[in-house]
């Protein structure tokens, strides 16, 4: 599912990284040509609510592996939130002004931290007040972080996440729940960009997509076609922070080499830089994971958080 996400959120952002690294926020109705209107409605902001979800998730499971095996495991995650966010601060200052794990390890040390000493049906309860009030007061797409990693620690202390591939027609009945609602999101989001509900209509329709796309993962996932799916997906999600960081120096170094600005470069040219940068991505995770247990960006944060030197190479 990381991979998944990783790949879309690749796609989203190359022209903004592409543009001297500096944020281009445009309204999704206010694209010029089909090309635009299909990024604004199926693309764009609809890859980072996995993420965040998937966040929220891998806190919440990794506090529970920790929690017999560490004196203070708090002390542990909030080591791991700290170097999140001297790595995010950097690539903020360095590469792209549009950096998203700043923002994470800021959210995670203001609400995730703090939301391990509540009760998990205390969690489950602020998740979607988290998630409401951004829709309400149009607060933007980023607003819905804090709730979606909420929602994701719940879903892990509740034991949905254990029990999620056990079961077809779930995810199927509640991806089309979400379609159905995401059909007059979409409609709303497309209307005049001056409608001061149009970052309320953006962020919802967002939110509802990300889950329809979840769960039509989860879907395939109990197909034949599960071992493709993992194949593509899963070496870009096991070093997906590595990929993430590394996507924003591949797409400088293109950009360097294509000619025009950014903004003018065709969705083909757009998709066409997108699967290049994963080919050799994917292609780097799975040779660099047949010898090595984990990516090494992952490895320098487990140290981090860990306070000691674990294992990098595969036993044989």
């Given amino acids: 599912m990381r991979g998944f996400a990783l790949c879309g959120i690749l796609l989203v952002n190359i022209q903004p990284i592409a543009n001297l690294g500096r944020v281009v926020v445009r309204h999704p109705a ?3 040509g089909a090309e635009g209107a299909w990024m604004g409605l199926f693309v764009e902001q609809r890859f980072f609510p996995i993420f965040s979800l998937l966040f929220g998730i891998g806190f919440s499971l990794l506090l529970s592996s920790v929690t017999d095996r560490a004196a203070r495991p708090r002390l542990l995650l909030l080591r791991r939130l700290a170097v999140l966010l001297g790595a995010g601060l950097v690539h903020h200052v360095l590469l792209w002004e549009g950096d998203i794990l700043a923002v994470y390890a800021v959210v995670g040390l203001l609400v995730l931290l703090p939301s391990t000493w509540l009760p998990r049906w205390a969690v489950a309860g602020l998740a979607p007040v988290l998630l409401a009030v951004p829709l309400i007061v149009g607060g933007g797409s980023f607003a819905l972080v804090p709730g979606l990693f909420l929602l994701g620690s719940a879903l892990t202390r509740y034991g949905v996440i254990d029990r999620i591939e056990r079961s077809t027609w779930v995810p199927a009945v509640l991806g089309l729940a979400l379609a159905a609602g995401a059909v007059p999101a979409l409609w709303w989001q497309s209307g005049d960009p001056g409608d001061p509900g149009s970052a309320r209509a953006f962020a919802l329709a967002g939110l509802l997509l990300a889950g329809v796309y979840i769960c039509a993962l989860l879907v395939l996932l109990r197909t034949p076609l599960r071992p493709v799916l993992q194949a593509v997906f899963a070496p870009l999600g096991r070093m997906a922070l590595t990929n993430y960081l590394t996507a924003t120096v591949l797409v400088l170094a293109v950009n360097h080499i294509l000619s025009g600005p950014p903004q003018s470069w065709s969705l083909t040219t757009v998709v066409l830089i997108a699967a290049a940068i994963l080919a050799v991505q994917w292609l780097w995770s799975t040779l660099w994971l047949r010898r ?25």
């Fill in 30 to 32: 206010a694209a010029e």
């Fill in 292 to 316: 090595y247990r984990q990516g090494p960006l992952e490895w320098l944060w487990r140290w981090a958080t860990w306070a000691r030197r674990p294992p990098l190479r595969r036993t044989l």
